[in-house]
């Protein structure tokens, strides 16, 4: 990690945003160009490009759909989109934060003015070549959108891309090329040991896989995915599952015995002791099955919630975006090196508690599939990606408005939710029900949570004290990653 007196700046940075915020003032400074909106352009262009980008999460499938290709898709558009913006405030004298791995780029000489919409317009063609690249199944989509906003053709000249566009692209991918992420490989693992994963059983149905066989399982080898900001996947894991080395002596331990009773009591489909909150918080966080944006595309919206309640200006809404968005990811990939790569590899509640017999060969979790099939994720247990994820979300909201208290409305849109809106209280609050309510749902055990949560943690805390820092006079902007 950084010095503490980098973290102190950071630290300083945040709670100079948010004392900006709290008195109605503008976070970018003062002098800084503003851009009127085009002909065709409505709200914030990061907003209304993480809305396109959501809906190609909904049409996602197969490991398309998985958590770790979604996170990373979501941290190459929004690196993508940060690193146009920085351009554009370099250019014009007012950068306040480094760019994600590259130096700064400069596209006119220090006497040109901007026109009116070239902030806007490098945002729109960014992320339009960004979500285009990702998903070229959605390219008709994602055109309309592009002409929706503009009033423009995509394909339509503009000198902005040969610029700064082909070049953020060229960087950003570049960066990624390599990383792990197309890994074919499935799983080929121990599943007959008790205590070892194995495939949970569920069917195929129209719209979500089968986990029948070791094969099904999702993204195995996604833990070694080379990490956004993080040194490797394995950065902030334990070395094992509670100490523990062997599944023997995991499953005879009386600590295991108690952290699958928890889950057999309070989250079974017929669970009488899972209070009506318990069963509420459950659904709200799920969205494992296809048609939703999946867990990083609820955050991703959360953070476009948080960021139109404080009115943040074009820039520091790029910026939220992709420390979330650079958070999000790593805290995927981290999550999965320690459900694959670890020495335990945990089966999941429903074969922990059915392989007891009697009564419970028939226990079923409350997570279910859209047709209220019982549904467990076709991968291991410890820890829980919900847990990953929502903690460093948590921590990058933290440490970017430099507090916690911060108030808004959650949204969720799992087919099975009972509330479609939230109230949260603090960051923190997404934290901690996320990662229960994996718990509640009957996928996941407590340990998984509670681990979960510090790794994540642990992740947006990395990522915030060594990504997209502050410039200070006389540092050397960042060197080229390329």
């Known amino acids: ?33 503003q851009s009127a909106a085009a002909t065709g352009h409505k709200g914030d262009p990061t907003q209304y490009w993480n809305n396109v980008l959501l809906q190609t999460f909904r049409n996602a499938r197969g490991w398309d759909a998985s958590p770790g290709k979604l996170s990373r898709s979501g941290a190459m558009v929004f690196a993508a989109i940060y690193n146009a913006e920085s351009a554009y405030q370099y250019t014009y004298g007012t950068l306040k934060y480094e760019p994600y791995l590259n130096r700064p780029l400069k596209y006119a000489d220090k006497h040109s003015r901007p026109r009116p919409d070239d902030e806007e317009r490098l ?73 070892a994963w194995r495939p949970t059983g569920e069917e195929a149905t129209a719209d979500e896989g089968a986990c029948k066989q070791p094969s099904d399982a999702v993204t195995p080898n996604w833990g070694k995915v080379r990490p956004f ?25 009386p600590e295991y015995a108690a952290q699958r009773d928890e889950v057999r009591r309070v989250g079974a489909v017929d669970s009488t002791e899972r209070t009506y909150d318990q069963t509420v918080i459950g659904w709200f966080w799920d969205h494992d099955l296809n048609g939703t944006y999946h867990p990083p595309g609820q955050l991703l919206q959360l953070t476009g919630i948080v960021a139109k309640k404080f009115k943040l200006d074009t820039y520091e809404t790029t910026h939220l975006f992709a420390l979330s968005a650079l958070s999000l990811a790593d805290a995927g990939i981290t999550a999965w090196d320690s459900k694959f790569d670890s020495p335990i590899n945990l089966w999941r509640p429903a074969s922990a508690i059915q392989a007891t017999g009697g009564a419970n060969a028939t226990w079923e979790p409350l997570s279910a599939d859209r047709a209220g099939a019982p549904f467990t994720p076709c991968f291991s247990a410890w820890t829980s990606g919900h847990a990953n994820f929502t903690a460093a979300w948590a921590s990058a909201m933290k440490h970017f408005f430099g507090r916690d208290d911060v108030s808004f ?74």
């Open 1 to 33: 990690m950084k010095c503490r007196a980098g973290r102190r700046l950071g630290r300083l940075r945040a709670g100079v945003v948010a004392g900006a915020l709290l008195a109605g003032l503008s976070p970018v400074a003062v002098g800084a160009p």
């Open 409 to 482: 409305i959650a949204h969720s849109e799992d087919p099975h939710t009972i509330e479609a809106y939230r109230r949260m209280a603090n960051f923190s609050q997404v934290a901690e029900e996320g990662k229960l309510s994996r718990l509640w749902l009957g996928v996941h055990y407590r340990w998984d949570a509670e681990d979960g949560n510090v790794i994540g943690t642990n992740v947006g805390d990395y990522v915030f004290d060594n990504a997209l820092l502050p410039t200070r006079p006389g540092r050397p902007h960042q060197q080229s990653g390329y």
């Open 229 to 253: 900001v993080l040194r490797s996947g394995s950065q902030f894991r334990p070395p094992t599952l509670r100490g523990f080395t062997s599944y023997a002596d995991l499953v005879a331990s």
């Open 123 to 195: 945002i729109d063609r960014t992320a339009y070549r960004m979500i285009s690249q990702l998903y070229p199944g959605d390219q008709g989509y994602i055109d309309a959108k592009y002409r929706a906003r503009t009033g423009r053709s995509p394909h339509s000249y503009d000198p902005l891309d040969r610029l700064v566009v082909d070049r953020v692209v060229r960087q950003i991918n570049k960066a990624r090329a390599g990383d792990g992420s197309d890994n074919p490989e499935t799983y080929s693992g121990d599943t007959t040991t008790p205590g």
